[in-house]
Nanobody
Framework: QVQLVESGGGFVQAGGSLRLSCAASGRIVSINAMGWYRQAPGKQREWVATISRDGTPNYVDSVKGRFTISRDNAKNTVYLQMNSLKPEDTAVYYC??????????????WGQGTQVNVSS
């Protein structure tokens, strides 16, 4: 069974930094894109950033210049370095990976989410 496990969330003051990690484990054959989404209270889940297998990143405009997505293919892990955090970044952050496992062709998997709280 494939699992995505996030870590690194927490409480931080505005202007501070956090680094999220997400490790995929299980009978994984190959991973395509990996990414991060977030959901603030009372809002829909929104896309934050994606990184392709070859390392090409894409970001939502609101985080460009502040967040950096990266991945370690050898560890099946994706990271999100978040700098200059703002109160509006407060949300549950979810990891996503499009991957192929021993028992399934390529499909999306999700982590359980990690809470990020930014105080003003």
């Amino acid at each position: 069974q494939v699992q995505l496990v996030e870590s690194g969330g927490g409480f931080v003051q505005a202007g501070g930094s956090l680094r999220l990690s997400c490790a995929a484990s299980g009978r994984i054959v190959s991973i395509n894109a990996m990414g991060w989404y977030r959901q603030a209270p009372g809002k829909q889940r929104e896309w934050v950033a994606t990184i392709s297998r070859d390392g090409t990143p894409n970001y939502v405009d609101s985080v460009k210049g502040r967040f950096t997505i990266s991945r370690d293919n050898a560890k099946n892990t994706v990271y999100l370095q978040m700098n200059s955090l703002k109160p509006e970044d407060t949300a549950v952050y979810y990891c996503n990976a499009n991957l192929r496992s021993d028992y399934s062709y390529f499909r999306d998997y999700w982590g359980q989410g990690t809470q990020v709280n930014v105080s003003s």
